[in-house]
């Protein structure tokens, strides 16, 4: 008995040495985060959109109709609007591609999709970004109706889901807090970093972390913080350390390394990037955290690719459907000089009174 | 010489021992905060919107009208509204108070904003807060037009100064930004912990610190730490002790306490509380820090009343001028089925094109 605990007493401490040599940030409690599977994830979410789908069409309805607006020629775009519409067939919503050459006019675009929001055969218009440089991305998107808006844009979305109003949220985001939701990572009152302030990542993941979990976000209740360029670096260690909960979209290639977080910390990595080995020559995606170091002492780590991406798609496909079925009640009021947001005692056409963003 | 540096060492010696055993946190360095006078500067400000509407006047435009609405006959609300009123004589912007009986119905108010909204004359609404418990607030808020909001609480403006779009901002927020940059206190890539996620003062002020400081909105470039009521006490110090800036927004008399700062942090106060004095059975107003003690760590910090209040009062005359001066590029449509925030090629009426918000 006194030979085996001092066996293991000395594998202990040979265990730590050799690890602390190696500066790898192991311990004897945990060897490897909990890899969540973005991919399988997704596909459970498509299929319980698929299954509701399936419900409206049995009731003779006609199903869920999303359009995508893809301007010019970029590979990238391309891809991204391809697993959105493959996405789309699985789920059984209806889809068409609708594309144009870039050197279509921001005017002749606009048109479109004002065509788009007045036909009542389309329920989601999802504008692929980048847009060519002679067009305002703002200005596009928030030329489709909030209510078609699925990309969750919108300037109008975007007041209501940072108002704690039922709102389409913009997909990234929301496949963020649908992944930390289903794998169990508990949010409230936990110390969550959010790294990069884009106001169609950063911002909205921030808010949703933050607001209240009682609210109609059902957000995440844990304190929260902002890091982007501006933070010194200094203090990004510190708060990334201080991290219960680590969500990184910066576009920083291995930003996030293992020395950075604490044991046990829930990591969501949206980084998508491209870079190449200066070997081989060969280019891979990676994300914004140095993977393999940071797993051994994370809880939880979504990978690149297979993780937030597949995600996104799936929460594009949650939102047509809530589109769809007028989920969220927003005012689609007649009257001249309106705004949505105005709950008038007009009433929107195909407004569901008292329905609330489904739960998923 | 060599009696007069030992006497020095003898006095510096002492005067750190004493205050150390005191628990009192003040250094040689510096003994005192600045203490920011809300109410002067709120005067410059309000200043600064008489000499514009003065403008206005001399040209021959008729005066800005701010509308306030008052619901009720709580004693705070009305001397909130008596103060706005006042403000407003000063600034030369016409006013009015329109009184309701709390009585009311929701849809009889609902039909009294739809008229301000209708007649040209009025420029702003201000619909004072809380109103009675059988209508909702953000019904009401969002009855406003966007472009009357003078509040800044319309679900439109929050999109828009959420996106960084140029807006009228929530009056509270708004004047802490502008006591912060008239203090000369440094945001960029600072630490700023704001205590309270209210969305009308906590929330806004987290989006104008921590946004891009070259973008519409002209935000801090701070890097944001957002505490609430579920934020663990032990975290909740952990982080103040970090903040460079600390806005308090919680209505927690007290809250802040010295050994909770860090020596030289710029403290914003928000709170504003009435306390019974239970010696004196008298009630006094206080903000939700511990102002003497703190004030000795603190290189600013903002006394309460004569604080936060008075600037709030003034971003309201300022944000009545904006409106009545379409500063903001609101699109004021009149398509069916429009919503604010989609900038189509149709241009509002009296929308200034390229026209921003201007500095103050």
Redesign the interface.
């Known amino acids: 008995m006194a030979t085996f605990q001092k066996l293991a007493k000395q594998l202990l401490e040979s265990t730590v040495s050799r690890n602390a040599a190696r500066n790898i940030y192991t311990t004897c409690k945990r060897c490897k985060a909990k890899i969540i599977d973005g991919k399988a994830m997704a596909l459970d979410l498509q299929e319980e959109v698929r299954i509701e789908v399936k419900v409206l069409v049995d009731k003779g309805d006609r199903p869920p109709h999303l359009s995508a607006v893809l301007v010019g020629e970029d590979p990238a775009s391309q891809t991204y609007v391809r697993n959105k519409m493959r996405a789309a067939k699985f789920t059984g919503i209806s889809s068409e591609t609708i594309r144009f050459d870039k050197s279509i006019t921001e005017?002749e675009l606009?048109s479109k999709i004002?065509e788009l929001?007045?036909d009542s055969g389309v329920d989601g218009i999802l504008v692929q970004l980048p847009l060519p440089d002679h067009m305002s991305e703002?200005?596009v998107c928030?030329?489709v109706?909030?209510w078609k808006d699925v990309d969750g844009f919108?300037?109008?979305?975007?007041?209501?889901f940072?108002?704690?109003?039922y709102s389409l949220l913009p997909c990234t985001p929301a496949g963020v807090m649908e992944m930390i939701k289903r794998s169990g990572i508990e949010t409230?009152?936990k110390?969550a970093v959010v790294c990069g302030?884009s106001?169609n990542v950063g911002?909205p993941i921030?808010?949703l972390l933050?607001?209240?979990g009682m609210g109609e976000t059902e957000a995440g209740?844990s304190?929260?913080?902002?890091?982007?360029r501006?933070?010194?670096r200094e203090?990004?260690v510190?708060?990334c350390k201080?991290a219960d909960i680590l969500v990184v979209a910066t576009g920083i290639p291995g930003l996030i390394t293992a020395d950075m977080v604490k044991e046990g910390v829930a990591v969501i990595d949206v980084g998508l990037n491209k870079v190449k080995n200066p070997e081989t020559g060969k280019y891979k995606l990676v994300g914004d955290v140095d993977f393999e170091p940071v797993s051994k002492k994370a809880s939880f780590i979504t990978p690149v690719p297979g993780g937030v991406g597949p995600m996104t798609v799936a929460m594009l496909m949650k939102n047509t459907l809530l589109a769809a079925r007028s989920y969220i009640p927003y005012d689609?009021g007649?009257s001249?000089?309106?705004?949505?947001?105005?709950?008038?005692?007009r009433g929107g056409k195909g407004r569901k009174k008292g329905g609330g963003r489904k739960k998923g």
Do not use: E, W
């Open positions: 005017k606009l004002n929001n007045n703002k200005k928030n030329a109706v909030p919108h300037v109008t979305n975007v007041g209501r940072c108002s704690d109003m409230f009152g110390n302030r106001k911002m921030a808010m933050h607001s209240d209740d304190t929260v913080t902002i890091c982007h501006y933070t010194p203090q990004l510190a708060f201080m689609k007649t001249t000089k309106d705004s949505d947001g105005r709950k008038g005692s």
